[in-house]
């Protein structure tokens, strides 16, 4: 069996966390001997426009089979590679501030082996969709207005190998943070109902395979905001303490993408070693 790496790295004092992924999905599933369980007909009775009685047969797929097709999946990024940069923040794609495109700048150039980052347009995504699929179609997908589907495609539209997403909010859902971050709803923080101080900034990371979805690696940041001052009648006030909030939040969450940047690189130099 080939020896594939599998980091995990975690500082429980501070909240933050990075994931590294390279298992193969073949493996994992050539270890099951276990039976598979057949997917399910079920049979549904309609009237179509003109009045005819129909009966169309569904197949439903068992737990076992939908296992199955999550696991089957294979790390097959090579470097170097051209990875994208997509920021989410009140559960859309955004630009990126140049704040925080300086520290992602910054932190390429300590992984030059990893190839280049390289932002995801989010005009360039919507058009992405819109042209590739058009409006009627749209409403038959049931995941084409998912946030990551849209990411994957403007991603695949600037030909990137794999594309690093990041969303960065509080963990008070009822109320914004400072000038005006929202609670993060995409990619995910903590449970909505934890009793949480409301003063937490989570940032969130995905590195994922634009091509076949595979995650090569997550990772978690919480920072505490607030002693960030912010008023809710000085809008130049407001985008200090925006600029602020956000800054902090992606200086503590890049510390753990680097770990997974550092990860996937070993993995990948592993892969190419035994081929």
């Known amino acids: 069996m080939k020896h594939l790496l599998l980091i995990a ?33 079920l049979t549904r009775r309609y009237t179509d426009r003109d009045g005819a009685e129909r009966v169309e047969e569904i197949e439903i797929p068992s737990t076992d089979q939908l296992v199955r097709k999550a696991a089957s999946i294979e ?28 520290i992602w700048s910054q932190l390429a150039g300590q992984h030059r082996s ?3 980052l390289v932002p995801v ?4 995504a919507n058009y992405t969709v819109r042209s590739i699929l058009p409006q009627d179609r749209q409403q038959l ?20 190998d794999a594309v690093l997403i990041y969303e960065v ?5 009822r109320g914004k943070g400072p000038g005006g971050l929202g609670h993060v709803q995409v990619l995910g923080g903590l449970p909505s109902n934890s009793a949480v101080n409301t003063d937490l900034g989570i940032g969130r990371a995905l590195l994922l395979d634009v091509r076949n979805g595979y995650p090569y690696g997550v990772a978690t940041a919480h920072a505490d905001l607030g002693n960030i001052e912010t008023s809710f009648w000085d809008e130049e006030a407001d985008l200090v303490a925006y600029s602020a909030a956000t800054e902090r939040l992606v200086t503590v969450l890049e510390v ?20």
């Open 169 to 173: 909010g509080t963990a008070n859902a």
């Open 114 to 116: 990893l190839g280049v």
């Open 75 to 102: 790390p097959t990024l090579t470097l170097p590679a051209r990875i994208g940069l997509a920021r989410i923040e009140h559960g859309q794609l955004t630009a990126i501030p140049p704040h925080e495109g300086a």
């Open 9 to 41: 790295l975690a500082l429980t004092a501070t909240g933050c966390a990075a994931h590294v992924q390279s298992t193969s999905g073949a493996e994992y599933l050539a270890r099951s001997t276990s039976p598979v369980a057949g997917s399910e007909i």
């Open 256 to 275: 753990e993408v680097s770990k997974i940047f550092a990860g996937v690189t070993q993995a990948a130099a592993i892969r190419v070693a035994q081929k």
């Open 121 to 124: 347009d989010p005009f360039l």
């Open 141 to 160: 997908r049931s995941d084409s207005g998912d946030l990551l589907t849209k990411i994957r495609l403007g991603a695949a539209r600037q030909h990137m």
